[in-house]
């Protein structure tokens, strides 16, 4: 086996994407669309398509569906292939794929309440709406959108039959959407679950909504991951997750905090108002002691930091500077007291030493991928033409709330 490119996810994975779609993670990208993998041939991917996957990965070839994780690797992020395997690591049987895979994720659809900048209307039902319903202006910048006739592919009998059959083998569920608090589906899903208490359930969320019955149906599980999308804080939130009012967020997640089988972090996707708001969420989620993990945003390019221009990226290397230098001094002020500790002290030393370490790396590492962001003017006048269209359309204005972001002359 090669370390450097194998990854367990098509030994124990599967994922229904949100159009029915199939994949062996959230990270896989199709290459080849010669065939449309869905729910309707599961049997037949799970055999013909994933055993050459398996096999190149196994033996050092980089996979072309894994381009994320490769392009994570390269500029230092753990890629999701990475945590993959650090969390499998006991999982060795690589001659004979398992009869169902282990590792289950269901993406139901793109129902969702907000307009996320980022996101498009094949996440949220509110953006395709919001695309439907103004289509032309879309097209006249140059962005338009594909749909899929069969929507609530997740209602068929054919997905109920799969379900079935790969439910009771499911060590580990992972939901995200469209909204999965939202989803009437979702919550019939955590009920078919015959032994919540042997599953780890894993839920990606805007954190909108978080009802008792919620609470309710989360507690069975032997353990839930909670992750909680943030883009920025206060304001920034309510601009950026449009549709979402950032107080609700806040006492949402005070809420999830009380359930003892619950863990939580948050995901930032990182974009060109990253350059803004990722330190300030950073710093919000420190003083928390929630860990916050940073995805690079995918797509489209000119809501990426190829836009921003060297005004933006210094004030954001400046403020990431600052804040390297503050773990910096307090991870040298306690390495310099060499005098003896008790047990119990000595322990919260060496935890404080590991954070900092890690929240040091992370700032390292964000800092040399804006760095190495080369500046592309076309990006920066997309940039403009779509969020002038949004602001428009929602009657919002992205530059009284963002001040290093400016028009292009
Ligand atoms: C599509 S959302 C669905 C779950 C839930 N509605 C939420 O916002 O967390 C899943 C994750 O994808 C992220 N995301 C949205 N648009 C993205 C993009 N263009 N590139 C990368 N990640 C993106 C979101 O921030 C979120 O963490
Ligand atoms: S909440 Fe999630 S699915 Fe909804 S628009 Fe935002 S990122 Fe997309």
Redesign the pocket.
């Known amino acids: 086996m090669n370390s450097k490119t194998f990854c367990v996810a098509p030994f124990i994975g599967v994922e229904f994407r949100k159009n029915g779609r199939l994949g062996p993670c959230c990270r896989y990208a199709y290459i080849k669309k010669d065939v449309d993998w869905n729910f309707r041939n599961y049997d037949q991917w799970w055999e013909e398509y994933l055993t050459p996957m398996r096999e190149e990965l196994l033996n050092g070839i980089e996979h072309t569906g894994c381009q994320n994780c490769w392009r994570d690797e390269q500029l230092g992020i753990k890629s999701y292939r990475e945590s993959l395997n650090e969390e499998f690591v006991t999982y060795t049987n690589l001659t004979a794929p398992l009869p169902a895979p282990i590792h289950q994720m269901y993406n139901y659809g793109n129902f ?1 309440n ?1 307009k ?1 900048i ?3 209307p094949f ?1 949220s039902s509110q953006l395709e709406t919001e695309f439907k319903q103004n289509k032309s202006k879309f097209n006249a910048i140059n962005v338009d959108y594909q749909f899929t006739t069969e929507i609530k592919w997740f209602r068929t009998d054919e997905f109920n039959k799969s379900k079935q059959k790969l439910l009771p083998g499911a060590e580990q569920i992972l939901i ?5 608090f939202l989803s009437p589906d979702v919550l019939d899903l955590f009920r078919e679950i015959q032994h919540p208490e042997n599953v780890i359930l894993t839920i ?3 954190m909108t909504t978080f009802t008792d019955e919620i609470v309710d149906l989360l507690s069975k599980f032997k353990h839930v991951r909670l992750v ?2 943030l883009e920025g804080v206060g304001k920034y939130n309510n601009y950026l997750r449009y549709g979402s009012e950032w107080d609700v967020i806040v006492s949402n997640i005070d809420k999830s905090l009380a359930m003892p089988n619950l863990d939580f972090s948050i ?1 930032h ?1 990182f974009q060109r108002t990253s350059l803004t708001c990722w330190i300030p969420i950073f710093k919000w989620a420190l003083d928390r002691n929630i860990p916050l993990r940073t ?1 690079i ?3 489209p390019m000119h809501l990426s930091v190829n836009g921003a221009t060297a005004e933006e990226k210094n004030a954001f290397l400046h403020d990431a500077v600052e804040l390297y230098n503050v773990f910096n001094n307090e991870y040298d002020t306690i390495m310099s007291d060499t005098g003896y500790k008790p047990k119990p002290e000595m322990a919260i030393r060496f935890q404080r030493l590991t954070l900092l370490s890690n929240l040091k790396s992370h700032i390292e590492r964000f800092k040399t991928y804006v760095e190495s962001v080369v500046y592309n003017h076309d990006d920066n006048l997309q940039f403009w033409r779509y969020v002038d269209l949004l602001d428009e359309l929602r009657d919002t204005k992205l530059s009284s709330l963002f001040n290093t972001i400016h028009r292009p002359v």
């Open positions: 969702c907000l996320c980022m996101c498009s996440a995200q959407g469209g909204e999965p990606i969320s805007n909680v999308s995901a996707t995805n945003l995918d797509h």
